[in-house]
């Protein structure tokens, strides 16, 4: 079956260290999201990729990056600049960037700082 | 830019009762409006969307949502709800394709409300 795998299920990170968070789809869409959710604040945009090799930042891009060198492939890493990370990571992609075209979300990972 | 506001931030009901959950939605030009289900420690489903024509969308689990754009609103609807609607539902927006094009159909999600179904 298609979809979109996260790993892992749970991370833990000391504060001050980097953290990759991957995203892997196999719907073969062009479009990939990267989200944070926090209780209470619904879901912000991180960053976005409407194509392989090119990204662009959303709303809270500030303290993370990404890359796409795969059309299958948009992994997240968290750096140490990233004042509260501690929160719900959700990958989503769609088949174009098109608004009407759905998104598809993966299971998430939520990541632990201390 | 658009917004979304859900009106309630948890909604307490009883096996078999029906329920709304109410979506506001604040743009200028024509959107297109979705509803997505979250269980607790996974992703977001679709439930439904709203792109054009009827104002009544059908989706999956019996639930339904009616656009009215005069209110601009998008209200989700099931008639009579079972333990397992227990869940968090969020509503979402994004431009229309006649609303002069946007460079990446940013979706703009609402806080979500907790759905309780209580026996």
């Known amino acids: 079956d298609g979809g979109i795998t996260q790993s892992p299920k749970y991370l833990f990170r000391k504060e001050g260290q980097n953290v990759t968070l991957s995203c892997e789809q196999n719907?073969?869409?062009?479009?990939m999201y990267w989200y944070r959710q926090d209780p209470g604040q619904g879901l912000r945009l991180i960053y976005y990729?409407?194509?392989?090799?090119?990204?662009q930042k959303g709303d809270i891009a500030e303290g993370y990056s990404v890359s796409r060198e795969k059309k299958e492939s948009f992994p997240l890493t968290v750096t140490s600049a990233q004042k509260n990370p501690t929160a719900f990571y959700l990958c989503?992609?769609?088949?174009?960037?098109?608004?009407?075209?759905?998104?598809?979300f993966g299971n998430g990972t939520r990541l632990t700082v201390t | 830019a658009q917004s979304v506001t859900q009106l309630d931030s948890q909604v307490p009901v009883f096996e078999e009762a029906p329920v709304e959950l109410r979506c506001n939605y604040s743009?200028?030009?024509?959107?297109?409006l979705f509803w997505y289900v979250q269980y607790p420690n996974q992703g977001l489903q679709l439930l439904l969307k709203?792109?054009?024509?009827?104002?009544l969308v059908k989706g999956i689990n019996g639930f339904e949502a009616e656009f009215n754009k005069s209110q601009t609103s998008f209200h989700l609807r099931k008639p009579s709800v079972h333990i397992s609607d227990t869940a968090e539902y969020f509503c979402?927006?994004?431009?229309?394709?006649?609303?002069?094009?946007?460079?990446?159909?940013?979706?703009?999600f609402g806080q979500g409300t907790i759905l309780t179904v209580h026996p």
């Open positions: 989503a992609s769609r088949r174009t960037a098109e608004g009407g075209s759905p998104l598809h």
């Open positions: 719907l073969n869409h062009d479009a």
């Open positions: 990729s409407q194509i392989v090799n090119d990204f």
């Open positions: 743009s200028s030009v024509s959107v297109y």
């Open positions: 709203y792109l054009s024509g009827s104002t």
């Open positions: 979402a927006v994004t431009l229309g394709i006649n609303a002069g094009g946007t460079s990446y159909g940013k979706l703009t």
